[in-house]
T-cell receptor, first 108, second 114 residues
Framework: RKEVEQDPGPFNVPEGATVAFNCTYSNSASQSFFWYRQDCRKEPKLLMSVYSSGNEDGRFTAQLNRASQYISLLIRDSKLSDSATYLCVVTYTGKLIFGQGTTLQVKP | GAGVSQSPSNKVTEKGKDVELRCDPISGHTALYWYRQSLGQGLEFLIYFQGNSAPDKSGLPSDRFSAERTGGSVSTLTIQRTQQEDSAVYLC????????????FGQGTRLTVV
C-alpha cells in the first residue's frame, strides 16, 4: 500500500465549477499535511498547509480528518489557471512523502 | 540567489558513466530532500538530510546511488554506472527544519541516459 494515495484523475471541469480532491495516508503518526501544486514541467510549489480545524485561502479550502487519515482540497469557481497537478503531502519524522498527484484540467 | 539552485539543469550521459548532481539549498535550511520524477509520474523519495546526516536513505533505488551533504549546505547525488532507467528529473528541496516547515524546490536536473 502506498503511504499517500490520490486519485490521479484527470478531472476535467468547466470554468466556474467546484471540484474536490481527496487523499488518504497510511501512517497514523504523520505529523504535518500540505497540498502542493505542480505545473507541467515545473517544480512543485506549496499551495497551502492543512489543519484539522480546516483552513481556507481564497477559493481554496483544505480539510484534515486525522481519525480517518483523510485530507481534502476544495476549489471553488475554477479558473483556467488552476489547471495543474495537485500533490498531497504528509510529513513523518522529517520526511516529506508525496502522493502521485491529481491532475486538474479546467476548460473554457 | 534566494532559492534552491540545482546544477546542471540538463545532463545527457552515456550508459555506464557516472554522474554527479548538485543542490544548493536556501541558506539556513537544515533539511534537504532529493526526489526523482519520471515523465508523467509522481515524486519518488530518494533521501533526506538533516544537517549533514541522512536519517532516511530508504528511497535510494540501488547501491549505484549515493548522496552526501557537507557543511550543512551543498548536497551532491551521485549515480554510478548509469542505466537507461535512471533517466528522470531529479528534484532537490530544502526546508527550514524537518518539523514540517514548507519545502522549496529547485528547478531540477533532467538526466537522460543514452
Amino acid at each position: 500500500r502506498k503511504e499517500v494515495e490520490q486519485d490521479p484523475g484527470p478531472f476535467n471541469v468547466p470554468e466556474g465549477a467546484t471540484v474536490a480532491f481527496n487523499c488518504t495516508y497510511s501512517n497514523s503518526a504523520s505529523q504535518s499535511f500540505f497540498w502542493y501544486r505542480q505545473d507541467c514541467r515545473k517544480e512543485p510549489k506549496l499551495l497551502m498547509s492543512v489543519y484539522s480545524s480546516g483552513n481556507e485561502d481564497g477559493r481554496f479550502t483544505a480539510q484534515l480528518n486525522r481519525a480517518s487519515q483523510y485530507i481534502s482540497l476544495l476549489i471553488r469557481d475554477s479558473k483556467l489557471s488552476d489547471s495543474a497537478t495537485y500533490l498531497c503531502v504528509v510529513t513523518y519524522t522529517g520526511k516529506l512523502i508525496f502522493g502521485q498527484g491529481t491532475t486538474l484540467q479546467v476548460k473554457p | 540567489g534566494a532559492g534552491v539552485s540545482q546544477s546542471p539543469s540538463n545532463k545527457v550521459t552515456e550508459k555506464g558513466k557516472d554522474v554527479e548532481l548538485r543542490c544548493d539549498p536556501i541558506s539556513g535550511h537544515t533539511a534537504l530532500y532529493w526526489y526523482r520524477q519520471s515523465l508523467g509520474q509522481g515524486l519518488e523519495f530518494l533521501i533526506y538530510f538533516q544537517g549533514n546526516s541522512a536519517p532516511d536513505k530508504s528511497g535510494l533505488p540501488s547501491d549505484r546511488f549515493s548522496a552526501e551533504r557537507t557543511g550543512g549546505s551543498v548536497s551532491t547525488l551521485t549515480i554510478q554506472r548509469t542505466q537507461q532507467e535512471d533517466s528522470a528529473v531529479y528534484l532537490c528541496a530544502s526546508s527550514l527544519d524537518g518539523s514540517g516547515a514548507q519545502a522549496f524546490f529547485g528547478q531540477g536536473t533532467r538526466l537522460t541516459v543514452v
